[in-house]
């Protein structure tokens, strides 16, 4: 019996994701509303597809760690996968109703994942066998190794003739370049001195002529001397209009009355207190 797998998902986000993106897309994969996002990613396990073959399991791991969603998968109960025998004859029809709309797998999905919490410490219960068919309407699971995407569908890559008629693959451990010429020889420095602090070196020409200012004109003032007369006049007085100022009479209160400090707090009664010897 070939081997079938359970897909679960805690609501884990893949490392480098960021968690809203990640519960966002996840909505957009699954058709999920907000009330679905909430228990697909409270923390505990919940079924996302039951019972698929190997094939559909890689597909459904593929689409949500694309996403950054970490996907758990596990292997199945035999008895999930276990097919139905029938002995009882096939009752009649009922009378006609109106055809309900097949859901797609992404509704399905949504409705497993509204599905009772499962226990992280023990595999959830098989689902309910039913008596008919499953509806797979709009889903088909190809072979394995069954190309992906269609013909139609895939990258055209064109083809380059390129001439490598001149290429050549040199030995392994050959250098690439020619290898680097040996540095020159240190120069002689064994006629060289060091001269003493301040000393001038003659042979250092020097083309700046040496600022030689006349300061005849120019004298120091006596100690004490007055220097006011350098100082910056004083600024005048701002021309500033006060016709609507007006002051309040002698005793008015500065503060109105939500403003005014209250009324102190009475000292707290100490009678009943006294000191011990």
Known sequence: MEMRYNIYFAGEVLPGHDPDRVRLAVGQLFKAN?????????????????????????????AMEKVGARPVIKTADPADSAPVTKTEPTPAP??????????SAAERIA????APDVPSSAEPAPAAESEGPADSSGVSVAPPQSDVL???ERQRVAERDIDTGDLAVDESATRLADPSPAPPPAPDVTHLSMGDTGE???TLPSDTTP???????????????????CAAP???????????????PEGSDVLAEEFRKKAPAQSPKTDHIALED
């Open 34 to 62: 907000e009330a679905t996002l909430n228990k697909l990613f409270n923390g505990r396990l919940q079924v996302v597809k039951r019972s698929c073959d190997k094939a559909t399991a890689l597909k459904y791991k593929q």
């Open 94 to 103: 009922a009378a006609a109703t109106p055809a309900e709309k097949p859901l």
């Open 111 to 114: 409705a497993l994942a509204a």
């Open 150 to 152: 269609r013909p139609e």
């Open 200 to 202: 001038d070196i003659p």
């Open 211 to 229: 600022l030689n200012p006349n300061t005849d004109a120019i004298d120091l003032s006596p100690e004490g001397t007055d220097f006011s007369d």
């Open 234 to 248: 004083d600024a005048p007085d701002p021309q500033l209009d006060l016709s609507a100022i007006d002051l309040a």
